[in-house]
């Protein structure tokens, strides 16, 4: 009897403030789609990243911290990144998204994780972030997001968090996003969704060798 193949696991270092990261899940995910649809199985875990620890949960406006931080440049850069990610179907509202704290979203996504539905929580807090403007840091938009994802949280984000950011940063990860294939390589920025879907494939086939 043939040898069946085992799942892919990817392991996804992102930060969903991140538009590189915004980018290349939807590019891997769109991957992810045809190579299930073709009999391939994949397993996801995500792991948190922070790309503003300090940020807090009040927000303001991501236009005006990008122009703290780079100057005013930053928003000729954003209009490029917004206008490239049309090819790949996203809607990039920089004109409203709120530059805010990431910690309760990464305790959303670890807890969605735990009842099946990370992959669906991370694209939506994505969207939620840079298509919608919502302030994704207010734990009454978190409460809303995980009631429309019908995600149960128990326990508000703490130590057990904390820990799996502070075990990501002794890893060496300092920019996101970063994804890491189980029998295969890992990868730092927004790929072609070719080169995921080549990666996926070979995977698969070492799998049963």
């Known amino acids: 009897m043939p040898a069946q193949p085992q799942p892919v696991r990817i392991e996804m270092v992102l ?50 911290a990008l122009r703290e931080v780079f100057g005013e440049e930053a928003a000729a850069h954003t209009t490029q990144v917004a206008a490239d990610a049309v090819h790949d179907g996203l809607e990039l509202n920089y004109d409203r998204a709120i530059a805010t704290s990431t910690f309760g979203a990464h305790h959303l996504i670890a807890v969605a994780s735990g009842q099946g539905k990370g992959e669906e929580a991370v694209e939506r807090l994505f969207r939620a972030h840079f298509t919608d403007g919502l302030n994704i840091g207010d734990p009454a938009v978190l409460a809303a997001l995980a009631e429309e994802l019908g995600v149960t949280v128990r326990e508000p984000a703490g130590e057990a968090l904390q820990a799996e950011l502070d075990r990501v940063r002794r890893l ?28 996926l494939v070979k995977s698969s086939n070492s799998s049963v060798n």
Request: charged letters at 20%; hydrophobic letters at 40%; one cysteine or more.
């Open 172 to 199: 060496g990860v300092r920019g996101v996003p970063v994804f890491a294939f189980s029998a295969g390589p890992t990868l730092t920025g927004a790929q072609s969704e070719d080169v995921f879907r080549q990666i």
């Open 15 to 64: 930060d969903v403030i991140c538009a590189a990261s915004y980018i290349g899940y939807t590019r891997l995910a769109k991957a992810v789609a045809r190579h299930r649809a073709s009999g391939g199985e994949v397993e996801f875990a995500f792991s948190p990243f922070q790309l503003a620890p300090e940020a807090t949960g009040e927000g303001e406006p991501l236009l005006d």
